[in-house]
């Protein structure tokens, strides 16, 4: 007969980490994706004038993100700076958001061919309004699927704000196998938890692309 000391209670914290888990990825996301346009237009548009930030972010690409944390948390301390352990990871994790679409939008924006941009500005369109109407909406349906890939790697990735002291889901599974001593069932829990999120994520993804190609 099978037994376990698993609770209601167990789930409802593993929920809870869940929770933190979705709230770390929506911050992260929202500002890495606002930065991300923005640093992505200007390598796209300006790429000599913005190869020191070219650069930057490469390093924050190339970094592993664990690293990122500890010495973000680190200088947070030494600063001085009286900031939450969730609010650095959601600045850590936006800035590693921000430094991966930025190349997502570079590539959608020069995924435009020139001839269809010519066309535009010889319809009278000014610079701006060749960038607002023609430009984005063609970049954005390129960059979509990396941009959503995206997302479904930075909810995985908050897995390593557990080395920050954050009580997600991947630490509130750890919590509860060194109290029960059962790691495969916990784990297991946890995993379905994981794919049930990404698949919420992924679903809504796949729909929103369907309605762009319906609309087309």
């Known amino acids: 007969m099978f037994s376990t ?20 990825t929506f911050w992260a996301i929202l500002l890495g994706t606002f930065a991300g346009l923005l640093f992505g237009l200007a390598r796209a548009l300006w790429p000599r004038l913005s190869l020191p930030l ?8 190339s970094v592993p993100l664990l690293i990122q944390f500890v010495l973000f948390n680190s200088f947070k301390s030494i600063v001085g700076l009286d900031i939450s352990a969730f609010s650095v990871g959601c600045i ?11 190349e997502i939008v570079r590539g959608g924006v020069l995924a435009v061919s020139l001839s269809v941009r010519r066309a535009s500005r010889s319809l009278g369109m000014s610079y701006l309004q060749d960038l607002r109407w023609i430009v984005l909406p063609m970049a954005t349906r390129v960059a979509f699927p990396g ?15 557990m080395w920050i002291g954050i009580v997600e889901l991947l630490r509130a599974s750890q919590t509860i196998v060194t109290r029960i001593q059962e790691p495969l069932l916990v784990l297991c829990i946890a995993g379905l938890i994981y794919y049930v999120m990404s698949l919420v994520v992924a679903r809504l993804g796949a729909r929103l692309e369907r309605r762009w190609q319906e609309n087309d």
């Open 92 to 102: 850590v994790l936006g800035v590693y958001t921000a430094a991966y679409f930025t």
């Open 54 to 61: 070219a650069w930057l972010l490469d390093v924050f690409r």
């Open 5 to 24: 000391g698993f609770t209601w209670n167990d789930l409802v914290f593993l929920l809870d980490g869940a929770r933190i888990t979705l709230q770390l």
């Open 147 to 161: 941009w959503l890939n995206l997302v479904l790697g930075v909810m995985k990735d908050t897995a390593l704000v």
